[in-house]
Structures are given as C-alpha cells and as structure tokens.
C-alpha cells in the first residue's frame, strides 16, 4: 500500500513563511512528478508546482518567487517552502504523486490526506 504523509501546514502571519514536506512510503520503484495542489473553501483544487524525477518545476503563476518545490528521489520526499506569505494563500494543501509504479505490478496516481495552511494576523 503507497501512502503519501503531510506535515508542515499551520497558522502563519502574513509575510511569513512556512515549510511543507511530504513523504512516500510502500513499495516503491519509481514516481514520475511530485507536487502540490491546494484547495480554498468554495473554490476548486488548483495546481501550486510541480516537480520531475530530474528536477524540472512547473510553479502556478500566483506563486512564482515566493514559493520552491523540491525533491529527494531517495527520500521519495517532497518539499514546499513557502516564503513571503499572503492572506490568499489559505488553503488546504494536498501532495501529489505522479505515476507511482510499485513492486506488485501497479501503477497510479496518488494523492495525500491536505494539510491546512492558514495566513492571518
């Protein structure tokens, strides 16, 4: 079984930062993107970044210089440092993985449990 786990979210002031980690755990042989989605109240899921087993990153354009996404292949971690934080980031945070092919034979998509990023004073 492939879960993926979250940690990193909470309640930040705007300007600050926060760092999000997300780690693949099961029989694992390889993942083909990683990223993160997130997800306001009334509004629907959207892309944050992505990033490639060779390091490529894809960043939604309401992000571009304030947050970066990396990866360790080996860890099958993910990370989302968040810098320079604004009240409209507030959003429930999912961790993504792209293609995860596994020792049993299978591969598919997966998707993490959120973890809640709220930005206020």
């Known amino acids: 079984q492939v879960q993926l786990v979250e940690s990193g979210g909470g309640l930040v002031q705007p300007g600050g930062s926060l760092r999000l980690s997300c780690a693949a755990s099961g029989s694992i042989l390889s993942i083909n993107d990683m990223g993160w989605y997130r997800q306001a109240p009334g509004k629907e899921r959207e892309l944050v970044a992505l990033?490639?087993?060779?390091?490529?990153?894809k960043y939604a354009d309401s992000v571009k210089g304030r947050l970066t996404i990396s990866r360790d292949n080996a860890k099958k971690t993910v990370y989302l440092q968040m810098n320079n934080l604004k009240p409209e980031d507030t959003a429930v945070y999912y961790c993504?993985?792209?293609?995860?092919?596994?020792?049993?034979?299978?591969?598919?998509?997966?998707w993490g449990q959120g973890t809640q990023v709220t930005v206020s004073s």
């Open positions: 993504f993985a792209e293609h995860v092919r596994t020792a049993w034979g299978t591969a598919r998509n997966y």
């Open positions: 990033i490639s087993s060779d390091g490529t990153t």
